[in-house]
């Protein structure tokens, strides 16, 4: 006799969604997690809530014509599996299958199951990742990014309530302050979990809790999922899977995941037998930001920028087309590890700042998470909205100066260097505004501005109209520092289609399964080396809606 029918490990939105699923096929679930009650829904809570769907009402009433076999072509792009996964062959295979299927469920079944749920979306939809480059590759064809109406907190709703009526019937318990050390294995099948019970802790959400363990417990079940995250918080981990062909990472970075992000559980499975795959595969950003009131380690914000602020190296040099802001993450970021340097800069103007700054998080966007239109309506009007305004007056990293020169001055003092020459700076920018300054113009990032704007969303309250930065009612100049902001891991436990763990000889591993980013959000790697934006949270729910049928 087993203590349950299914053990799973993490409690933030994949394995919620698992445990609801199965708990709702009458199946006894318990749920296991190193935070407190407080931190429940784990990294979903902090999350802007973005949802990749293809073909939605959303974009439809939009003008935007979408399809799965575009978005399809469009992930491909992105992935770049290696040669043969479309033919079920090589380290790919089973990445690319998920891929298959996740652009499936986004073009089909995702949006009706959510909004049945009681889920609803800003109806003006986002374009993230727009890649830039030929057809073929990395990047969003269309506005594909679906933001949640009440952002992570909203998407995770559902499954908060389906887990409290579970609880309520006696097929659910979620028990907090266990930490799972090892996987119990009988006649080579997983069977149970060990775990350490850790002290009592009051800490808030998101907030660092004690590792001092009480006791021990050992649980035993049919099955296990694995669901607890990636490797985000453990900078060390993330610095000695970074691909040397994409140089070096920073000394410092800032942490846009909580400290309890620390790839643990994936070591424990491995040693259990389990393989884990594309270890080297990460979705960190460029555009952090220090958080001003922080609530983990190194906590950091992402700025969603529009695409009109020049984005410069350490050296004060342009990166290279297509790299502008807002185009392709992963590219800047190698752009900048590649150089060895630990920042980049922005720079703009007040008046862009207040358009095109946008910042990511439920915490940073009160009208979208609290679902106040009053509030919301700010952002078509005049000025920044107040999270933004917050970081512009608080933030160090942000200079400001009433010329280039002032300007590269300001940067400067920032760095302690003399890595901005204020000559080369002021050229740059003029030879930005004279291109501005003829109406047409050569330059490839006015060309994409000119472009974002011929999209209604973007027009009309995320893309600034181009003038020159030097313009005196758009001033002052604006410098941002920028920072390698850790998030995602795209590797993870190698699963099939179903959501069971593979050995490294690729068989099943019975009695193993893994979700969400633990997972690589499916398959091992779903996104193959890029992601299209609004696949993580997506990643989550549909392979915790697999693994809660499977199983």
């Not at 997690?33 to 829904?41: C, Y």
Request: charge should be neutral.
């Amino acid at each position: 006799m087993t203590d349950t029918d299914v053990i799973v490990i993490g409690a933030g939105l994949s394995g919620l969604v698992t445990a609801t699923r199965l708990t709702a096929r009458g199946r006894r679930v318990i749920v296991l997690d190193s935070e407190p009650a407080a931190s429940l829904g784990g990294q979903a809570f902090w999350s802007f809530g973005g949802l990749l769907l293809v073909d939605s009402p959303e974009q439809r009433r939009l003008g935007v014509n979408d399809s799965a076999e575009l978005a399809f072509s469009d992930w491909l792009g992105s992935a770049n599996f290696t040669s043969g996964a479309e033919r079920g062959e090589g380290p790919d295979a089973q990445g690319y299958a998920w891929a298959q299927r996740y652009v499936e469920f986004a073009s089909g079944p995702m949006r009706s199951w959510l909004h049945g749920e009681g889920v609803r979306w800003f109806p003006l939809v986002q374009w993230a990742e727009r890649g830039g480059y030929p057809a073929g590759g990395h990047g969003n064809t269309v506005p594909r990014f679906h933001v949640t109406w009440g952002t992570g907190p909203g998407v995770l709703a559902p499954f908060l309530r389906a887990a409290r009526a579970a609880r309520d019937a006696g097929l659910l318990q979620i028990r907090f302050r266990h930490r799972v050390t090892g996987l119990v294995t009988t006649d080579g099948a997983v069977t149970g979990v060990r775990a350490e019970v850790l002290e009592p802790s009051t800490v808030g959400r998101g907030e660092p809790s004690s590792r001092a363990a009480t006791g021990e417990v050992e649980l035993t079940a049919d099955a296990v999922v694995v669901a607890s995250g990636g490797i985000g918080a453990n900078h060390d981990l993330v610095r000695a899977a970074w691909p040397g062909s994409a140089g070096r990472l920073p000394s410092e970075m800032l942490s846009g995941v909580p400290d309890a992000t620390d790839g643990w559980m994936l070591a424990t499975a491995e040693d259990a037998g389990a393989a884990v795959v594309h270890s080297d595969r990460m979705w960190h950003y460029p555009e952090g930001l220090p958080m001003h009131t922080p609530v983990w380690g190194r906590h950091g914000i992402r700025i969603l920028p529009g695409p009109s602020s020049l984005w410069l190296d350490a050296d004060g040099g342009r990166l290279p087309a297509p790299l502008f802001p807002g185009y392709d993450a992963l590219g800047a970021l190698r752009h900048i590890t590649g150089r060895g340097d630990s920042h980049s800069w922005f720079v703009l103007n007040k008046t862009i700042m207040e358009t095109e700054f946008a910042l990511s998080g439920s915490d940073q966007n009160p009208d979208l998470t609290g679902k106040d239109v009053r509030l919301l309506a700010q952002r078509v009007l005049p000025g920044a909205v107040g999270p933004v305004a917050a970081f512009a007056e608080r933030s160090p990293e942000f200079v400001w100066a009433a010329n280039p020169a002032e300007l590269a001055a300001g940067m400067n003092a920032l760095t302690g260097s003399e890595r901005i020459d204020a000559g080369a700076l002021a050229r740059l920018i003029e030879l930005r505004d004279a291109q501005v300054r003829s109406g047409l113009g050569k330059d490839p990032q006015l060309m994409a501005i000119n472009h974002a704007r011929t999209y209604v969303v973007d027009k009309r309250m995320r893309v600034s109209p181009p003038r020159p930065l030097t313009t005196p009612k758009d001033g002052p100049l604006l410098a941002v520092r920028l920072s390698v902001l850790t998030r995602k891991t795209l590797g993870g436990l190698h699963t099939d289609t179903e959501t069971r763990v593979l050995r490294p000889d690729g068989q099943v591993l019975p009695g193993l399964y893994a979700v969400g980013e633990a997972a690589g959000f499916g398959g091992g790697g779903v996104h193959g080396e890029r992601a299209l934006e609004g696949t993580f949270l997506g990643g989550c729910l549909f392979s915790g809606r697999v693994a809660g049928g499977a199983i």
